[in-house]
């Protein structure tokens, strides 16, 4: 009769209450994964606002709850500077778009295209599309299908508090968003050493190193996000009104919105573009899209390079990737915050796991490590 080692079985015991903590870990953080979306982008917006407070800081020795008052009022005042004096054509534009033209367009649009025309344009539609299909293409169908499309996008932002599911959501959303964003900047080392001492006591000093490229990866992502969207905005806007389109500023600022979702977000604007070419300038149709989509590669393959660091430069797939995992998971703001997160993902695996684990450091950063500060490999556990 064999006896089983006690050792052995303290071993495997240990395991399995590990496995079940880490099991309902999981099922806790699925639970709370909308609070855990609003508190990223209200680290995002802390991130915005620490750039000119840093500035001040340095630039002027100003104290700090003074340089955030001002950072936080400057912020707002310039944005009421700029968006006041375009405002009201802003909010006439929308509105007349919302109301008239994009309507009138996707009904010319239907009415336009016809059972023959498809036919002759791709033959291989002949014995797929019904006789009577014109026919069943109607008002009511239309308006089905936008709500059954908006539906959808509402069950999407339904899993993280639903931030396009209401305006009183939406409403909801920015304020715990605003005020998570105000506790953490009035006292950021407050929580970043909160991080750092729920690490191990050899690992500390290389998660110092981690923060410190995760904030250095969201402000260039704010840099490269903001001029893209500027530059999205006034590109579209200027090549829209060549084309005689008169709600030029609207789709502009709509295209520039629009551009902070890549791959996603081009493909959302063009439809209310495309319908209202149909309404004022439908020799121009094909125009439209083409500056739609031209300003959109311009900005993906030139701007954002250009402007991208080394710590921003990802891959196309893995943006893609991140959003359809992220907003499969997370929802509406997985999908908008996607960029972000697979920034700040990419660097945890580069840190981590290449440099910690598989002990793969570039020559020139080992060199380039000041006196004192220690890789995760050099750093040992103190003796207990």
Known sequence: MSVRNPRSVNIGLRNIVATIFILLGLMFVWEIRGTLM?????????VLFTMPVRFLIRRFQMNR?????????????????????????????????????????LEEARASITRQDLVAAIPLLDGVIPENATDLINEDL?????????????RLGGTVLPVVGGLANTILSALIIFFLSMYLLAEPDLYVNGIIKLTPIWYRERMVVVLRRIDATLRGWLTVTF????????LTGLGLALLRINEWLALGVLAGLLSFIPNFGPLVALVPSVAVAIVQAQENVIWVAVVIYGVSFFQSQVVSPVLASERMNMP?????????????????????????????????????????????????????????EALAEDLQPEPT
């Open 227 to 234: 001029v893209s969207m500027l530059v999205v905005a006034a």
């Open 142 to 154: 239309i308006n089905q299908a936008i709500t059954q499309v908006s539906d959808a996008v509402g």
């Open 38 to 46: 609003l508190t990223f982008a209200a680290v995002i917006l802390v």
């Open 316 to 372: 196309a797939i893995l943006i893609l990737l991140g959003q359809i995992i992220f907003g499969f998971f997370f929802g509406f703001l997985g999908l908008m915050l996607a960029v972000p997160l697979s920034a700040c993902f990419a660097v945890l695996v580069d840190e981590m796991y290449v440099k910690d684990i598989l002990g793969d450091v570039p020559q020139a950063e080992r060199e380039a490590l000041p006196e004192g």
């Open 65 to 105: 709850f003074l340089a955030i008052l001002l950072s936080v009022i400057g912020f707002y005042v310039m944005l009421g500077l700029i968006g006041l004096p375009i405002l009201r054509t802003l909010l006439i534009q929308f509105d007349t778009l919302a109301r008239e033209t994009v309507p009138q367009g």
